[in-house]
């Protein structure tokens, strides 16, 4: 059965940095894309970040570029997004989500999904 387990989230102010991590179960992230969404109140989920299987080539929504870098601990089988110089409209609920196969962007359907930790930027 697999399981993704989201932690890392909190509360910050604005300038400040969080790291997201992504424990996967079930699955081994070598053979996975994985990407975090995120989803704030009374907004629809969009995708933060992707990464391919083999950890090449990250996407990222135009909104964090530059700021968030997505990356993943193969020893850990655990996912990553380090999160600088957050802003208010940073502030959501953010899941990790995981797809097999070679299409690997923000806009893929992912097939896993975790329960999600927030994030609150003040």
């Given at each position: 059965?697999?399981?993704l387990?989201e932690?890392g989230?909190?509360?910050?102010q604005a300038?400040?940095?969080?790291r997201?991590?992504?424990?996967?179960?079930?699955?081994?992230?070598?053979?996975?894309?994985?990407?975090?969404?995120?989803?704030a109140?009374g907004?629809?989920?969009?995708g933060?970040?992707?990464?391919?299987?083999?950890?090449?080539?990250?996407s990222y929504v135009?909104?964090v570029k530059?700021?968030?870098?997505i990356?993943?601990?193969?020893?850990k089988?655990?996912?990553?997004l380090r999160?600088?110089?957050?802003?208010?409209?940073?502030?959501?609920?953010?899941?990790?989500?995981a797809?097999?196969g070679?299409?690997?962007t923000?806009?893929?359907?992912?097939?896993f999904?975790g329960?999600?930790t927030q994030?609150?930027v003040?």
């Open positions: 059965q697999v399981q387990v932690s989230g909190g509360s910050v300038g400040g940095a969080l997201l991590s992504c424990s996967t179960y079930g699955l081994s992230i070598d053979s996975y894309c994985m990407a975090f969404f995120r989803e109140p907004k629809e989920r969009e933060v970040a992707a990464i391919s299987s083999v950890g090449h080539d990250p135009d909104s530059g700021r968030f870098i990356s993943k601990g193969f020893a089988n655990t996912v990553y999160m600088n110089n957050l802003k208010p409209e940073d502030a959501a609920m953010y899941y990790c989500a797809r097999a070679e299409s690997c923000l806009f893929s359907d992912f097939t999904w329960q999600g994030v609150t003040s």
